[in-house]
């Protein structure tokens, strides 16, 4: 009995349509009225970060009393901390936080690790903000005569 050959694929007949990969975007149901346009996350951040920056505080106190100074996961808690201060505009904590994490990031997970990198952004950020926060700003300048 002779076996019955394949089509070759120019003569195979188009894929079914349900099998087919949309082409357009679903739209998108309609808005209400009172519905802000964006999210109000950033409205409300200035309301939060005070207590999120105890949060983190009271987080990085007991990682460094029950894992130790050096545990990955107490370096992170610094880091959360770290950024939450600077959310507050404690820039000089934040720096000095960013520079401890990053010394700690270097001597326990080496130069070229991910998370110390990572660390070395976030210390150049810091640094990189305290320096424009000491800088006047052009209308603060004196008046030219």
């Known amino acids: 009995m002779a076996r019955a050959r394949r089509a070759p694929a120019s003569r195979r007949p188009p894929p079914s349509e ?11 149901p309609p808005r209400h009225p009172q519905q802000p346009q964006r999210p109000r996350q950033h409205a409300e951040r ?7 920056a105890q949060l983190h505080q009271r987080n990085l106190t007991d990682r460094e009393r029950v894992l130790g100074h050096d545990h990955p996961d107490t370096l992170s ?3 959360n901390l770290a950024n939450a201060l600077f959310e507050l505009d404690e820039h000089r904590q934040a720096t000095e936080l960013h520079r401890q994490n990053l010394t700690d990031h270097e001597r326990v997970l080496g130069h070229d690790h991910p998370h110390t990198l990572n660390s070395r952004h976030n210390l150049a950020n810091a640094r990189a903000r305290l320096a424009e926060v000491g800088r006047r ?3 603060q300048l004196p008046r030219r005569r």
């Open 46 to 52: 200035p309301r939060r970060a005070p207590a999120a």
């Open 77 to 79: 808690s610094r880091s």
């Open 18 to 28: 349900p099998h087919r990969l949309r082409t357009r975007p679903r739209p998108r």
């Open 137 to 139: 700003r052009w209308w």
